[in-house]
């Protein structure tokens, strides 16, 4: 059986960073894309952000690059989200998705309970 | 980026009655390799989001015969043929075929 499962989330200043993790199991992790997506309280689903089964290849939301950086590491089954510089409209649920392909996305199959992030002074 | 649009944004419908939600892309989903990743996601209340249909029209495993999908190019439905109580959530498109990934606003299925 597929699981993921997200922590990390908690309560963040404006312009500080936490980093979520997933871990996964129930399917060899390395031969799968992985995903983050967010949803903000009572809002829709946002996507931020992929990265391939082997973690050469990233993608990201324009209203994260450069602040956000996803990783993964296949040895320990985990996928990593760094947020730095963090702002109050990242507040929101994060799901780490899994992909049924290596390299794209193509649709998200299974997916994390979620873990809140909430941005506040 | 390619804006996925939903209608209508609620349906009240009465147990054991059909529903459809339509999602409009604002340019075609189809895929270099021919495939078009359209696929719609239900989201139960404080549940996470759940796959239901991928591909346009594949139901994803353990997923009723009731939910089916269809459409092609940028005009796609979702038809629930007899609504059941536990359908009542929120139902998103999305598309995969190019980046940034992108869903509907989303459909808020309610019980009359």
């Known amino acids: 059986e597929v699981q993921l499962l997200e922590s990390g989330g908690g309560l963040i200043q404006p312009g500080g960073s936490v980093s979520l993790s997933c871990t996964a199991s129930?399917?060899?992790?390395?031969?799968?894309?992985m995903n983050w997506v967010r949803q903000a309280p009572g809002k829709g689903l946002d996507w931020v952000s992929t990265?391939?089964?082997?973690?050469?290849?990233?993608y990201y939301a324009d209203s994260v690059k450069g602040r956000f950086t996803i990783s993964r590491d296949n040895s320990k089954n985990t996928l990593f989200l760094q947020m730095n510089s963090l702002r109050v409209e990242d507040t929101a649920v994060y799901y780490c998705?899994?992909?049924?392909?290596?390299?794209?996305?193509?649709?998200?199959?299974?997916w994390g309970q979620g873990t809140l992030v909430t941005v506040s002074s | 980026d390619i804006v996925m649009t939903q209608t209508p944004l609620a349906s009240p419908v009465t147990l054991g009655q059909p529903a459809s939600i339509s999602c409009r892309s604002s340019?075609?989903?189809?895929?270099?390799?021919?495939?078009?990743?359209l696929s719609w996601l239900q989201q139960r209340p404080g549940q996470p989001p759940r796959l239901l249909i991928y591909k346009i029209s594949t139901r994803f495993s353990g997923v009723p015969d009731r939910f089916s999908g269809s459409g092609a190019g940028t005009d796609f439905t979702l038809k629930i043929s007899r609504v059941e109580a536990e359908d009542v959530g929120i139902y998103y498109c999305?598309?995969?075929?190019?980046?940034?990934?992108?869903f509907g606003q989303g459909t808020k299925l309610e019980i009359k």
């Open positions: 990265i391939s089964g082997n973690g050469d290849t990233t």
């Open positions: 340019q075609s989903l189809v895929h270099s390799d021919g495939n078009t990743y």
């Open positions: 998705a899994k992909s049924p392909g290596v390299y794209s996305p193509y649709y998200l199959d299974y």
């Open positions: 999305m598309q995969a075929t190019q980046f940034p990934l992108s």
């Open positions: 129930g399917f060899s992790f390395s031969l799968y894309a």
